[in-house]
């Protein structure tokens, strides 16, 4: 290996400082949502926004662009995998990105964002999504002027590729609506049979308390070492990580169903171990966060789902579950407990959706965003297209803007091209799911002991360790010997779910 | 008025963002003591360390000097307590004390403090001085090398107006040579009666969720915004601000004695009215903080001692008490509870330590400080000449240095000239406390209704508005008519202390 010269060390030492304040942003925001008092708001939108010009400021600074040039000749003397290497790539795609955009329009963004996503709390109170309209009106005049920074085959690409670096939007396109063509007479045919499952038993009374330590008392038995973790709750659950070795998860409990914390639980635990699962070694690199939204929510959407849901899983968890709701539990096995938990029901609402319904969410989603930023759909006739594909896509009439497009922020928040990832995630998910069991023969035998090491351990080995080093594609060709693919998260659902409402 | 000019409009703009980072670090430290699970440790030395860089960068930049230089026509032309000149005053003074420390002298003395602390930890452990000795000369050496930076009349004063601005070494001398020259005869007095006061209601079996309710409680009744604050717990209580309507208290509960929880609660909470108190209109501005340690400190031993450890606030708050902890305090009257946690008691540890000998353990820190800085006592024989001169203001003889020169972790990591300012504060407050008992002819019925509003807009007026508007001895001035004295704290403990010993 040639030694590093020392414009990459110098470069190295730019980025650590860098990587320092984007984490430091993660603090803030995760002080936000689940520590701060309502009184800080205000200042805490000025704190976020001067420490993101500071970041920007010495990201998309003249020295960083001469150093990276200087680093030329080092990178195209090393294998492309290797460290350094990785290193000086993902950088210069940072920088080019970060060059690309005038701080001033990125501030503008911020600030009507904000300011969009505090009306939508107000619309989505009042089911009234003319309140929000002039102000998303706002963000998306913004977000076009955000694409033109861009040089880009489609508009939508331009915002995809915050989420899904590399991803167009043709890629995303074909295998969503493949999945479509899959999902919409699977969840018409459980519907038809709709009787056998009943979730009854996690409607109840369940303390917060009790719930609070039910939760901690699962993740303890996760493989993460227990001074590596903290878990809160707060209303909309997310999972951040201001180092490899400090990951914030939270959750929220309903004090009438007790699926909503475990399940909120397990997937930011799902996103939580990915973040914890980056190599040690690159720490304060560009590298040291994960691949893609796409690729985290495959790992958030595995634990909560292929191993969260699956009925090996709850033969060890339920006896705790049990042991903390005694009375709520009785006559209840694991297996009406791992039916329960997986009911097939079409709902307005995606974030209580199952399995098989929830994409459909998504791709609603994603097709509306398309029409907008191709300039097919006028925000205006948002409420009325997203109703009428809601009752094209589940057969039910959407009763109020509040269960229809007002139920989620990331619109308001400028958040366009995020959707397609939950989708693209859960088909990663799938495949990566189908590679792990063939990889690990016993792993139902070791759920059923509540034992997740091997899991954990092949995930780390075959995603989390790479980081940014690998892009999500890479990441899954060399995992599963394939591109991402429909079919075997199609395989997967098909045959659970298959199993569970008797379908041939 | 004149109109500001636009020089001026710039300097603040970018002093505004100069004051968010340091609100940020203060947002990374709260986390760091209160929330981050220990795996976080080695990023967030990094991380509070980027952000030091990033503020000190940007305050000590030739553009900050050269708009300093432009506005002095507009800051002469105004009067010196307008907010504008007010603020350019304190953005020079910030500014030329910033420019005087290179940053990598900073940086060297950041980590040498961090490094002093965590050995620290382990010598006070094990009792072991000699532990700690290397990396406590390391810490001083820096020291001295910071002290170089200023052009002061003694080395000791650049050290104490990091704590307190503009004050020097023998001012500091006088009044606490006065103050110890009245308590340790008092001290004397009282250990010679020391009969009729019985703390053993305040130790027994206290279960923390009742004593988080209970605090909660007693808060909750404060004159303070509910949604402005929250409280914490941690080892080490502090309180601090990430703005003027974002108060973080923390407090530290202990099983066995109740006091240790009530009474770190109230500290803390009147460093935090202060920080609240100060004039929203300066937010985001130098001016919007405390203006000295001191002063601070003079806010939270108030609402500590002079109001939680009066005979009127319990009567009122003996209830709560008494209601969270029935079987407890069963017998138990207010006067009782009042005289309980008024026990003085000469001890090792300046933390437990009464009001009457707490300033002698400040005093003895003082004393030592200045030594060690005048070149008169090598810190090698620091221990020595702790226990010696520990023997001689207590009468007793220190045990081991777990419970002498070790117990507290100031020195270790660099807070040189701090102590001071722990009975500075007393002497103020005993002069507000004075001024406002003068204002408020009915404080003591107030108090004794729980009713503290009156007292809280006494200070809020007099004290916590002006922000770093006035220095502390401005304020103790116009509040009181007359400098920092020592007489009325001493009138303050000797009539308390005389009525509950029977004292002539």
């Not at 007479?185 to 409607?203: F, K, M, Y």
């Not at 080093?469 to 779910?497: C, H, I, M």
């Amino acid at each position: 290996m040639p030694q590093p010269p020392a414009a990459f060390t110098e470069l190295k030492l730019r980025l650590e400082k860098i990587h320092d304040l984007d984490r430091v942003q993660a603090v803030l925001e995760w002080d936000q949502w689940v520590m701060m008092p309502a009184g800080g708001a205000a200042a805490r939108v000025e704190q976020v926004a001067s420490i993101e010009r500071a970041r920007h400021e010495r990201l998309a600074s003249p020295e960083i662009g001469d150093l990276l040039e200087q680093v030329r000749p080092y990178e195209d003397s090393l294998p492309p995998d290797a460290d350094d290497a990785s290193l000086i790539r993902v950088a210069r795609q940072d920088y080019e990105k970060a060059i690309r955009v005038p701080a001033g329009l990125q501030g503008q963004i911020t600030r009507a964002s904000s300011l969009a996503e505090h009306t939508w709390e107000t619309a989505r109170r009042r089911s009234d999504f003319s309140l929000l309209l002039p102000r998303l009106q706002e963000v998306v005049e913004l977000k076009r002027r955000y694409i033109e920074c861009f040089d880009v085959a489609e508009p939508y690409d331009a915002l995809l590729q915050d989420y899904e670096p590399g991803m167009t939007r043709a890629e995303m396109e074909r295998p969503l609506e493949q999945l479509k063509q899959r999902l919409v007479p699977l969840a018409a045919t459980i519907a038809e049979r709709n009787h056998g499952v009943d979730d009854s038993c996690l409607r109840g009374r369940f303390s917060l308390e009790s719930q609070r330590s039910l939760n901690h008392a699962i993740l303890n038995t996760f493989p993460m070492d227990s001074s590596w973790w903290r878990l809160d709750s707060t209303a909309h659950p997310f999972a951040t990580a201001f180092a490899s070795t400090d990951i914030r998860i939270t959750t929220r409990y309903s004090g009438s169903d007790i699926s909503v914390g475990l399940f909120s639980t397990l997937h930011e635990i799902g996103h939580g171990l990915y973040e914890n699962g980056v190599d040690h070694a690159l720490e304060r690199t560009p590298l040291a966060r994960p691949a893609s939204f796409g690729l985290h929510e495959s790992q958030s959407r595995m634990w909560e789902n292929m191993v969260g849901r699956s009925r090996p899983f709850w033969r060890h968890f339920f006896t705790p579950v049990r042991a903390a709701f005694p009375t709520q539990f009785v006559g209840i096995d694991p297996e009406t407990f791992y039916r329960a938990v997986n009911k097939v029901q079409p709902s307005f609402i995606r974030t209580e959706a199952d399995e098989v319904t929830y994409d459909l969410h998504v791709i609603l989603r994603f097709e509306l965003e398309q029409a907008i930023f191709s300039g097919d759909l006028e925000l205006a006739d948002l409420p009325g297209a997203w109703n009428e594909r809601f009752k094209a896509l589940f057969g039910l009439d959407v009763p109020d803007d509040a269960r229809g497009v007002l139920q989620d922020v990331h619109w308001a928040e400028g958040s366009f091209g995020y959707f397609p990832t939950y989708s693209y995630g859960n088909l990663i998910a799938g495949q990566l799911w189908q590679a792990a069991r063939e990889a690990i023969p016993a792993l139902d035998p070791q759920l059923a002991q509540g034992n997740l090491t091997p899991l954990r351990a092949w995930l780390r080995e075959n995603v989390h360790r790479h980081g940014r080093k690998l892009t999500a594609s890479q990441v899954v060709e060399r995992a599963t010997g394939r591109p991402v693919e429909v079919k075997p998260y199609v395989d997967y659902l098909t045959a659970k779910f298959g199993d569970i409402y008797g379908l041939d």
